[in-house]
């Protein structure tokens, strides 16, 4: 599934979704400056400590970003795409299609968020429905649209191409996102926020299954949560460890789709059990087979 030499892969993602988080969970928030801040922090502070910690460890990632935060903040877009990181849709508001007036309703969304962004002089191929909520009609519209890949199933660790659309899908799931583990509920002051140690934990277990099962990992955050002082060097330890382990290809979302469409297109895909490379075992390491030589994980 993967290039010759490569036994996994990461994608490291960010929703820079800003004030509209907010605003898509209760329109009455638009009027809010005070919940509105805590959005307004992932595009003044946040994103720009994000670029800087990327450009450090000289890591191409990918942004998912709604039409309406694009043209509140056409500053950061231009930044983004300066630093050579690639844009992807996120909706126009961040209201995914369950909670919008059918599909001419969709349609306008995905349309005007790729009128935006065209117009920054990105060129999205991807797109990431506001908290992954997806209606039945999307790949469709999608493949209407000329976008190449989804990245909003939960149902594999592997890449896939959807039929009949051809939409490639870079399964994700809420583990690997920053939202559930760092996102404060104002509503009801019950959820407790997580600390970066608990949260390390996770992401490291779950990265490295799927690297030992030769998967995708699809790492998602938003600057207005993982760009807090305390949670950057989480971001850091997860990356260093990423590109720490054996065979692991980080690219972009649009890479990895591209190059699980060319597979496709070139002919059947292996099966799953096929792609699988699971990690070698302690008596296989300890015995390896003539001419095998074992590998060794960080």
Same mark, same amino acid.
């Given at each position: 599934?993967?290039?010759?030499?490569?036994?996994?892969?990461?994608?490291?993602?960010?929703?820079?979704?800003?004030?509209?988080?907010?605003?898509?969970?209760?329109?009455?928030?638009?009027?809010?400056?005070?919940?509105?801040?805590?959005?307004?922090?992932?595009?003044?502070?946040?994103?720009?400590?994000?670029?800087?910690?990327?450009?450090?460890?000289?890591?191409?990632?990918?942004?998912?970003?709604?039409?309406?935060?694009?043209?509140?903040?056409?500053?950061?877009?231009?930044?983004?795409?300066?630093?050579?990181?690639?844009?992807?849709?996120?909706?126009?508001?961040?209201?995914?299609?369950?909670?919008?007036?059918?599909?001419?309703?969709?349609?306008?969304?995905?349309?005007?968020?790729?009128?935006?962004?065209?117009?920054?002089?990105?060129?999205?191929?991807?797109?990431?429905?506001?908290?992954?909520?997806?209606?039945?009609?999307?790949?469709?519209?999608?493949?209407?649209?000329?976008?190449?890949?989804?990245?909003?199933?939960?149902?594999?660790?592997?890449?896939?191409?959807?039929?009949?659309?051809?939409?490639?899908?870079?399964?994700?799931?809420?583990?690997?996102?920053?939202?559930?583990?760092?996102?404060?509920?104002?509503?009801?002051?019950?959820?407790?926020?997580?600390?970066?140690?608990?949260?390390?934990?996770?992401?490291?277990?779950?990265?490295?299954?799927?690297?030992?099962?030769?998967?995708?990992?699809?790492?998602?955050?938003?600057?207005?949560?993982?760009?807090?002082?305390?949670?950057?060097?989480?971001?850091?330890?997860?990356?260093?460890?990423?590109?720490?382990?054996?065979?692991?290809?980080?690219?972009?979302?649009? %890479?990895? #789709?591209?190059?699980?469409? *060319?597979? &496709? =297109?070139?002919? !059947?895909?292996?099966? $799953?059990? @096929? /792609?699988? %490379?699971? #990690?070698?075992?302690?008596? *296989?390491? &300890? =015995?390896?087979? !003539?001419?095998?030589? $074992?590998? @060794? /994980?960080?």
């Amino acid at each position: 599934m993967w290039p010759a030499d490569k036994r996994a892969a990461v994608a490291f993602t960010f929703d820079f979704d800003a004030e509209e988080v907010w605003i898509g969970m209760d329109e009455a928030n638009a009027t809010r400056p005070g919940v509105l801040s805590q959005g307004a922090y992932g595009a003044k502070v946040g994103l720009p400590l994000v670029l800087e910690l990327l450009a450090r460890h000289e890591l191409t990632a990918t942004f998912f970003v709604p039409g309406r935060v694009a043209e509140r903040y056409p500053e950061r877009v231009a930044e983004i795409l300066a630093a050579g990181h690639e844009i992807g849709l996120h909706g126009y508001t961040h209201r995914g299609p369950g909670r919008l007036a059918g599909v001419t309703e969709e349609v306008s969304e995905l349309d005007r968020s790729l009128a935006v962004l065209r117009a920054l002089g990105a060129n999205p191929v991807g797109f990431r429905s506001p908290s992954w909520d997806f209606g039945e009609q999307t790949l469709a519209l999608l493949a209407e649209r000329g976008i190449v890949y989804s990245s909003n199933m939960m149902d594999d660790i592997r890449p896939y191409v959807h039929q009949p659309s051809g939409i490639v899908e870079l399964p994700v799931q809420w583990i690997l996102d920053d939202a559930p583990h760092f996102m404060f509920d104002n509503a009801s002051w019950e959820k407790t926020i997580r600390s970066p140690r608990e949260v390390g934990e996770i992401w490291e277990a779950e990265l490295r299954g799927i690297h030992a099962l030769g998967g995708l990992g699809v790492l998602t955050t938003h600057p207005q949560f993982i760009g807090r002082p305390g949670r950057l060097p989480l971001l850091e330890r997860t990356i260093e460890l990423v590109l720490a382990l054996e065979g692991v290809w980080v690219a972009t979302a649009g %890479e990895i #789709a591209r190059h699980v469409r *060319a597979r &496709a =297109e070139a002919g !059947p895909a292996p099966t $799953a059990q @096929a /792609e699988a %490379e699971p #990690a070698p075992t302690a008596q *296989a390491e &300890a =015995e390896p087979a !003539p001419g095998k030589s $074992a590998g @060794a /994980e960080p």
